[in-house]
C-alpha cells in the first residue's frame, strides 16, 4: 500500500534545498503544505522533490499565487501531479481536498478581496447604472425565467447593482487570484475594446465624422482608419500606457506619435479597394467571415419560421421560386434542395420579435433572410435578400417584407448592395453578441465555477478542463466593466443598441449543451 503523506515546505524560495528522508516512516509524499512568512505575494510555480528513496522525483505543479498567511484561514495545499478519482484518493489526502474545496466555494458572504480564491454564482446585476437614471437602468439577467442567462462570478460588492468601477481609474476588478492574467493578455482586450469604442469618442473624432458624427461620409474616411489610423484622446493614451508593457504598444497602436490607433488593412481591401463589393466576396465570408456557424442547409421552401403564429402572425418567407430559378444552373428548387445545395443565413426569427423595441432606439434595421447556392465550382452565390419588418398594424398581422435579388446594374443594384450590407450589419452584429460574447464568453463562465467548486484538482475531469478555462473569467469580468455593460462599447456598435444584452436573454433560451459540440452542430446545419 502506497502511504501518502502531507509535508510542509519550509520555504526555501527559489533554489534548491536538501532534506533527510525516513521512508518506512513518512512514506512517498502526496501533497504539501505552504505558509507564506513574508509580507507580499509570490507566485509559486511548482515544486520538484529529487532523489525521493524509492521513488525519485515527485513533481507538484502550482502555478497559483501565494499571500501572506495572514491572509488565509488555512495553510495553503499543493497536491503532487497525480491524478485520482473521488473513490481512489489516498485517505491522508482526502481532508485536504475536502478543506481545499471549501476554501475554493467559500462562505457566500462579504466582499471578495484581491488575494481570495472563491469560486461563487452571481447573476448579471451590474450591467446598467440606474442611479444616473432610467436611460442607465438595464434588466437583471438570470435567475427568472423572463431573463435566464449563465451565471457569472460573484464579487460581493454592493447586492443589487454592483457599484461600477471607473475604467479611468482602474481596471481591478475581483476574480479568484490565479485567473487574473498578466499584461499581455489585457493588451489584447484593451485594443479591442478601444477600437470599438473609439467611434464614440467625440469630439476627438469629428475631423473624420465630421457633418454626421458616428458615420462614415465616403470611402476614403473608412480607407482612413487603415491608412492613418484614428487618434485617441490623451486620457485613454494614459490608461493604455499604465497598463499596458511597452513592446505591447506597437500592437495597439501605430508607431509613430503613439496617439493612433493600428488598423491592420484586411487582405481583401489590400488586393482590390472595391473586392467586398462583390457577391462572391459576400457569400465567401459567409464561410470565411467572422460569424460561419449560422449559415445551414435549407430543407424547407419558402422558408419557414419558429415564431409563435398566434403572437407573430404568418412570418413563412415571402421569397418565391421565381426569384431565385433563374440562378440554380439549370436545377429546380427541389432538386437543390435534395442535393443540399441550397443554403440560408436566416436572422428572420431572432431579430422580428426585437424590432419594434430596437426601432425606439437611432438604429434601424431588418430582420433578414439570405438565401444562397453552392454553385458546380464549390462556391456560394447569394440568390435572394428578403428583409423584414413588423406589420404596422400589430404583430399578430405577420410580418411585411421585401425581397431583393442580384442585379447588375442600375437602382436595382444599389438596392441589392444595400441589402447586401443590411445582412453584413445584423450579420455581424449577432456575431458579436450571440457567437462571440454569449455562446462563447458567458455560457462557459458557469462551467468554470462548478468546475473549480466541485471538482478537487486531483480529479482527471479537472485535468482535462482547466487548460480550457484560461483567462475566460478575468476576460468575462473586464467585459463587464466596459464592453457589456450600459453604455459599453458593445451598445454603441451593435444594431441592438441597449436592448443588446436582454436580446442576448432572449436567445439563450434557445441554448442547447449537447447541441454545441461537434459533430452536432455541423449535424443540426
Ligand atoms: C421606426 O421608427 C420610425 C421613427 O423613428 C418610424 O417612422 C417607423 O415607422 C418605425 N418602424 C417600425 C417598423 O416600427
Ligand atoms: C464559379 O462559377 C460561377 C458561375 O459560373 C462564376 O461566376 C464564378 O466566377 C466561378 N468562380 C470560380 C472561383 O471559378
Known amino acids: 500500500m502506497i502511504k501518502n503523506f502531507i509535508f510542509y515546505a519550509i520555504v526555501f524560495l527559489p533554489g534548491s534545498n536538501t532534506f533527510d528522508w525516513d521512508n518506512e516512516e513518512i512514506g512517498t509524499p502526496g501533497a504539501f503544505l505552504i505558509r507564506n512568512n513574508h509580507h507580499s505575494e509570490f507566485y509559486l510555480k511548482s515544486l520538484t522533490l529529487e532523489d525521493v528513496p524509492s521513488h525519485g522525483v515527485i513533481h507538484f505543479p502550482c502555478n497559483s499565487w501565494v499571500y501572506p498567511a495572514s491572509k488565509y484561514q488555512n495553510d495553503r495545499v499543493f497536491f503532487s501531479n497525480k491524478t485520482y478519482l473521488p473513490a481512489e484518493t489516498p485517505i491522508s489526502l482526502l481532508k485536504y481536498r475536502e478543506e481545499e474545496l471549501e476554501n475554493l466555494r467559500g462562505d457566500g458572504k462579504g466582499q471578495l478581496q484581491e488575494w481570495d480564491r472563491v469560486y461563487d454564482y452571481e447573476v448579471y446585476n451590474d450591467l446598467g447604472n440606474p442611479d444616473k437614471g432610467p436611460q442607465h437602468a438595464r434588466p437583471v439577467l438570470g435567475g427568472s425565467t423572463e431573463y435566464p442567462y449563465p451565471r457569472r462570478g460573484r464579487t460581493g460588492r454592493a447586492p443589487e447593482y454592483e457599484s461600477r468601477l471607473n475604467l479611468a481609474l482602474s481596471l481591478n476588478i475581483y476574480v479568484p487570484r490565479d485567473e487574473r492574467f498578466g499584461h499581455l493578455k489585457l493588451a489584447d482586450f484593451l485594443s479591442y475594446a478601444l477600437k470599438s469604442i473609439v467611434q464614440v469618442l467625440k469630439p476627438e473624432f469629428e475631423s473624420i465624422f465630421d457633418k454626421t458624427p458616428n458615420e462614415f461620409d465616403s470611402f476614403e474616411d473608412v480607407l482612413k482608419l487603415y491608412e492613418g489610423g484614428l487618434e485617441v484622446p490623451e486620457g485613454v493614451v494614459k490608461v493604455i500606457r499604465d497598463n499596458v508593457p511597452l513592446e505591447m504598444l506597437k500592437e495597439i497602436f501605430r508607431t509613430d506619435g503613439e496617439r493612433f490607433l493600428k488598423f491592420p488593412l484586411p487582405q481583401v481591401i489590400a488586393v482590390d479597394k472595391f473586392a467586398w463589393r462583390t457577391d462572391e466576396e459576400f457569400a465567401r465570408e459567409m464561410l470565411a467571415g467572422i460569424n460561419p456557424v449560422m449559415i445551414r442547409s435549407l430543407e424547407e421552401f419558402p422558408p419557414a419560421s419558429k415564431l409563435d403564429p398566434k403572437v407573430y402572425g404568418d412570418q413563412t418567407s415571402t421569397i418565391t421560386k421565381e426569384h431565385i430559378e433563374s440562378n440554380l444552373e439549370g436545377h429546380t428548387i427541389n432538386e437543390v434542395i435534395i442535393e443540399r445545395k441550397l443554403f440560408i443565413l436566416d436572422h428572420h426569427d431572432a431579430l422580428m420579435p426585437y424590432l419594434r423595441r430596437i426601432n425606439s432606439t437611432s438604429t434601424k434595421t431588418y430582420a433578414s433572410r439570405t438565401l444562397l447556392f453552392l454553385q458546380k465550382n464549390g462556391t456560394l452565390k447569394p440568390l435572394a435578400i428578403e428583409l423584414s419588418l413588423p406589420h404596422p398594424e400589430g404583430d399578430q398581422h405577420g410580418a411585411i417584407s421585401k425581397v431583393f435579388v442580384p442585379e447588375e446594374k442600375g437602382v436595382e443594384n444599389s438596392l ?104 452536432q452542430d455541423l449535424l443540426k446545419r
Open 416 to 519: 441589392w448592395q444595400l441589402a447586401k450590407g443590411y445582412v453584413g450589419v445584423v450579420d455581424s452584429g449577432y456575431h458579436q453578441l450571440i457567437s462571440h460574447w454569449l455562446h462563447t464568453h458567458a455560457v462557459i463562465e458557469p462551467f468554470i465555477i462548478a468546475t473549480n467548486r466541485q471538482l478537487s484538482v486531483l480529479h482527471p475531469i479537472y485535468k482535462l478542463l482547466h487548460p480550457h478555462y484560461r483567462d475566460t473569467m478575468n476576460i468575462n469580468a473586464l467585459g463587464r466593466q466596459i464592453l457589456i455593460n450600459a453604455g459599453g462599447a458593445l451598445e454603441v456598435t451593435v444594431f441592438t443598441s441597449k436592448y443588446s444584452m436582454e436580446f442576448s436573454s432572449m436567445l439563450y433560451k434557445d441554448w442547447v449543451f449537447p447541441e454545441q459540440a461537434l459533430p
